[in-house]
């Protein structure tokens, strides 16, 4: 048995102000999946420094890239959400375990996935359908 829900009515502005969050998103997980295919030093000191084999850098890349990748296309944009929620996560708990600055490193994962989620929420009606953020009825504005 398949249900669907209802797609949301988005306005214009909304679904631009979604896509140009998302390309920034898109572009910054680019370059940063992209540098970590290149053995460059500052790939490799940062790598280090979190404690992973430098071997990883790559691997670590193509899963950026790949879950950008499935972001990008409507039809998996919310697939490649939840991966790269996930891939975030681990850079988060990374951060913490060597005891990164809080607001400018440990908490630039958490950041990044609320522009994420944020730009795909205000760009897509079945998202906002399935997540409805509104006022409780009959409340007034303050």
Known sequence: MQTSVPAAVVSGKAIWAGRIISAVVVLFLLVDGGMKLIPLDVVIEATGQLGYPVSLARTLGILTLVCTVLYVIPQTSV??????????????????????????????GVYLGVLLWGGLYLRDGRLRALIPLRREPGRSEP
């Open 79 to 108: 697939l490649g959400a939840i991966l790269m929620t996930g891939y975030l996560g681990g850079s988060v708990a990374s951060h913490l375990r060597i005891d990164s600055p809080l607001l400018t490193h440990v908490l630039f």
